[in-house]
Every structure is written in structure tokens, then in C-alpha cells.
């Protein structure tokens, strides 16, 4: 895992092939999230994983990115032009009585929920609330080896771009895109018809 070049003049964030903020939410068709866009974000994010500058990140990349499994069903389901809202893919993969792309959005869900307290302490606290509770005994270890490699603040942030005024900014939109996509996607994993 090398760490990811920052070009001068730019974050981390902005180098992303997409970030959370452009993501397309329909909130007059119910809250309906742009798939394809979704999981472009989300692949993006592993990027930060890189930057944390550890080895020990790698399987937590890793877990995360095989989450992505959507995309495989989006590939057999529609042509490449058809739009279809991420939720869409979910209840029509469920009518299937299958849930493997379903299940990894659950996941992926799980692992993208929280800024302030020093990086160990939030993606502890953060992985005990969302995915440590479904982790088994051989995983479990492998993430709390990742959460002790974790830098501090003050020293993973210049790693996310020279402007710290300007990765603030552009932190402080992702995180409120990325909070809203989130709390839609637990909203509707809560709603019998997405339930296996």
C-alpha cells in the first residue's frame, strides 16, 4: 500500500474519481440513490486507507472494496445506459431470492458510518457500534491491529493536502454527503421489503 501523491494545490478529496458530495439523491422519488455513482464514491474512499500509511489497513481495504459487489450485479442486471436507483437494485435482486449484492451493501453500509477525537479512537469507537458486533473471532484481531496503526491528527491530515484551510472545507461537504447517503441506505435496509 503506497501513499497516495497529493498534487500541490489540491487534497486528497479532490483527486477522487468521485466523491460522496456528487453523488445524485432523487429526494421526489423517495430518496433514490444514483448507483453507479454510489459505488464510485465508495471505491473512491478506499483511497484514505492509503494514506493512513500502514500495512495493517490492507485487509480493512480490502474487506471494504470486496463489499463493492453490487457492481457484478448491476453489470448482469441492466445494459450500460440503463439508470437505476441503488435501492431499485436491491428489493429486484431480493425478488430473486438472492442477496449476495444486497448483503455486501449492507456491509459496506456498516463501514462507512464518523470526526473529532483522535483517528484510533473514532474508527474504534465506530467499528465497535457498526461492524465489530458481526465480525468473527478470526477478523475481529485483524481490524484491531489496523486501528492501533491509525497516525494521529496532526499527523494525517497534511497527508491529505499542503491547504489544511481547504481540506477542511472539502472534509466538512464529504462528510455531511456521506452522513446523508448513509442515514437514506440504514433508513431503507430498516424496511421489510429490503430485509432477506
Known amino acids: 500500500m503506497s501513499a497516495p501523491v497529493v498534487p500541490q494545490g489540491a487534497t486528497l478529496l479532490s483527486t477522487f474519481k468521485r466523491s460522496f458530495v456528487d453523488v445524485p439523491v432523487d429526494a421526489e422519488k423517495n430518496n433514490a ?21 500502514s500495512i495493517a489497513f490492507s485487509p480493512v481495504k480490502s474487506d471494504m472494496l470486496g463489499n463493492v459487489k453490487v457492481k457484478s450485479v448491476i453489470v448482469s442486471w441492466l445494459p450500460p445506459p440503463t439508470p437505476r436507483p441503488l435501492q431499485a437494485l436491491v428489493l429486484n435482486e431480493l425478488k430473486s431470492k438472492s442477496h449476495k ?15 473529532s477525537e483522535e483517528l484510533a479512537d473514532s474508527f474504534r469507537g465506530a467499528y465497535g457500534v457498526t461492524l465489530k458486533p458481526h465480525h468473527g473471532i478470526l477478523v475481529k484481531p485483524v481490524f484491531s491491529a489496523a486501528m492501533s496503526a491509525c497516525p494521529y491528527r ?29 442515514a437514506i441506505l440504514k433508513g431503507f435496509q430498516d424496511t421489510k421489503e429490503a430485509k432477506w
Do not use: C, H, N
Open 33 to 53: 440513490i444514483s448507483t453507479t455513482e454510489f459505488l464510485e464514491a465508495a471505491e473512491s474512499l478506499t483511497t484514505m486507507f492509503d494514506a493512513l500509511g
Open 101 to 115: 449484492a444486497t448483503e455486501g451493501l449492507v456491509w459496506l453500509v456498516r463501514s462507512l458510518a464518523k470526526a
Open 154 to 182: 496532526k499527523d494525517f491530515y497534511p497527508k491529505l493536502g499542503a491547504d489544511q484551510e481547504a481540506v477542511a472545507v472539502e472534509l466538512r461537504s464529504y462528510l455531511a454527503a456521506l452522513e446523508k447517503i448513509v
